[in-house]
Protein backbone atom coordinates (compact mmCIF):
# COMPACT_ATOMS: atom_id res chain seq x y z
CA UNK A 1 0.00 0.00 0.00
CA UNK A 2 1.20 3.31 -0.94
CA UNK A 3 -0.16 6.59 0.26
CA UNK A 4 0.32 10.02 -1.47
CA UNK A 5 0.06 13.54 -0.56
CA UNK A 6 0.04 16.38 -2.87
CA UNK A 7 1.48 19.97 -1.91
CA UNK A 8 2.57 22.95 -3.96
CA UNK A 9 -0.25 24.34 -5.65
CA UNK A 10 -2.03 27.53 -5.40
CA UNK A 11 -2.75 30.29 -7.46
CA UNK A 12 -0.03 32.13 -9.80
CA UNK A 13 0.30 34.21 -12.22
CA UNK A 14 0.38 33.45 -16.05
CA UNK A 15 4.11 33.01 -16.88
CA UNK A 16 4.72 32.30 -13.55
CA UNK A 17 6.20 28.94 -11.74
CA UNK A 18 5.09 26.42 -8.84
CA UNK A 19 6.95 23.34 -7.84
CA UNK A 20 4.25 20.64 -6.52
CA UNK A 21 5.57 17.96 -4.38
CA UNK A 22 4.37 14.41 -3.39
CA UNK A 23 5.32 12.53 -0.85
CA UNK A 24 5.19 8.68 -0.66
CA UNK A 25 4.49 6.54 2.40
CA UNK A 26 6.14 3.03 2.39
CA UNK A 27 9.80 1.99 1.98
CA UNK A 28 8.78 0.54 -1.95
CA UNK A 29 8.71 4.11 -2.37
CA UNK A 30 12.03 2.78 -5.35
CA UNK A 31 9.89 0.32 -6.74
CA UNK A 32 7.23 2.57 -8.03
CA UNK A 33 7.01 4.52 -11.70
CA UNK A 34 5.11 7.93 -10.80
CA UNK A 35 3.31 10.14 -13.00
CA UNK A 36 1.59 13.36 -12.79
CA UNK A 37 -2.18 14.10 -14.42
CA UNK A 38 -4.10 16.72 -13.66
CA UNK A 39 -8.19 17.09 -13.97
CA UNK A 40 -10.03 20.56 -15.24
CA UNK A 41 -13.46 20.81 -14.50
CA UNK A 42 -16.09 19.29 -17.20
CA UNK A 43 -12.73 17.83 -18.91
CA UNK A 44 -11.19 14.37 -18.41
CA UNK A 45 -8.26 13.30 -16.83
CA UNK A 46 -4.91 13.53 -18.46
CA UNK A 47 -1.45 12.58 -18.46
CA UNK A 48 1.52 15.64 -17.20
CA UNK A 49 4.14 13.81 -16.83
CA UNK A 50 5.93 10.59 -15.65
CA UNK A 51 9.12 9.06 -14.15
CA UNK A 52 10.23 5.28 -13.96
CA UNK A 53 11.40 3.97 -10.61
CA UNK A 54 15.58 4.90 -10.91
CA UNK A 55 14.65 8.44 -12.16
CA UNK A 56 16.34 8.19 -15.43
CA UNK A 57 13.66 7.86 -17.62
CA UNK A 58 10.75 10.52 -18.24
CA UNK A 59 8.01 11.43 -20.05
CA UNK A 60 6.50 14.54 -20.96
CA UNK A 61 2.77 15.65 -22.52
CA UNK A 62 3.54 17.55 -25.62
CA UNK A 63 1.43 20.47 -24.23
CA UNK A 64 3.84 20.77 -21.18
CA UNK A 65 7.07 19.69 -22.42
CA UNK A 66 10.16 22.02 -22.63
CA UNK A 67 8.30 24.30 -19.60
CA UNK A 68 7.70 21.34 -17.17
CA UNK A 69 10.41 18.89 -15.08
CA UNK A 70 9.33 15.80 -13.10
CA UNK A 71 12.01 14.72 -10.85
CA UNK A 72 11.77 12.25 -7.92
CA UNK A 73 14.07 11.97 -4.69
CA UNK A 74 14.00 8.20 -3.60
CA UNK A 75 15.90 9.23 -0.59
CA UNK A 76 12.71 11.47 0.80
CA UNK A 77 9.96 9.40 -0.80
CA UNK A 78 9.06 12.50 -3.27
CA UNK A 79 8.06 12.97 -6.40
CA UNK A 80 8.34 16.79 -8.09
CA UNK A 81 6.89 18.79 -10.88
CA UNK A 82 8.46 21.80 -11.57
CA UNK A 83 6.56 24.11 -13.58
CA UNK A 84 7.63 27.10 -15.55
CA UNK A 85 5.81 29.56 -18.08
CA UNK A 86 2.21 28.40 -16.83
CA UNK A 87 -0.62 29.31 -18.77
CA UNK A 88 -4.07 29.77 -17.58
CA UNK A 89 -5.01 26.16 -19.63
CA UNK A 90 -2.68 24.56 -17.11
CA UNK A 91 -5.09 25.16 -14.24
CA UNK A 92 -6.17 22.23 -13.04
CA UNK A 93 -6.28 20.21 -10.55
CA UNK A 94 -2.96 18.07 -10.29
CA UNK A 95 -2.62 14.57 -9.09
CA UNK A 96 0.23 12.44 -8.38
CA UNK A 97 -0.04 8.66 -9.08
CA UNK A 98 2.09 5.51 -8.67
CA UNK A 99 2.23 2.20 -10.14
CA UNK A 100 4.11 -0.95 -10.55
CA UNK A 101 6.59 -0.88 -13.72
CA UNK A 102 4.26 -2.94 -16.16
CA UNK A 103 5.82 -2.13 -18.93
CA UNK A 104 2.41 -0.65 -20.22
CA UNK A 105 1.62 3.27 -21.22
CA UNK A 106 2.64 4.74 -18.60
CA UNK A 107 0.40 7.88 -19.71
CA UNK A 108 -2.98 5.52 -19.37
CA UNK A 109 -3.97 7.04 -16.07
CA UNK A 110 -6.46 3.60 -15.82
CA UNK A 111 -2.55 1.80 -15.69
CA UNK A 112 -1.81 3.34 -11.84
CA UNK A 113 -2.86 2.06 -8.70
CA UNK A 114 -2.08 4.63 -6.22
CA UNK A 115 -3.37 8.36 -6.04
CA UNK A 116 -3.25 11.47 -4.11
CA UNK A 117 -5.89 13.64 -3.47
CA UNK A 118 -4.61 16.25 -5.54
CA UNK A 119 -3.44 20.06 -5.29
CA UNK A 120 -4.98 22.84 -7.30
CA UNK A 121 -3.10 24.84 -9.18
CA UNK A 122 -4.97 28.48 -10.85
CA UNK A 123 -3.24 30.36 -13.14
CA UNK A 124 -4.50 33.82 -13.52
CA UNK A 125 -4.31 36.03 -16.68
Known amino acids: QVQLVESGGGPVQAGGSLRLSCAAS????????MGWFRQAPGKEREFVAG????????DYADYVKDRFTISRDNAKNTVYLRMNSLKPEDEALYYCAARRPKGTDGRAWPSYDYWGQGTQVTVTS
Open 51 to 58: IGWSGTTT
Open 26 to 33: GRTFISYD
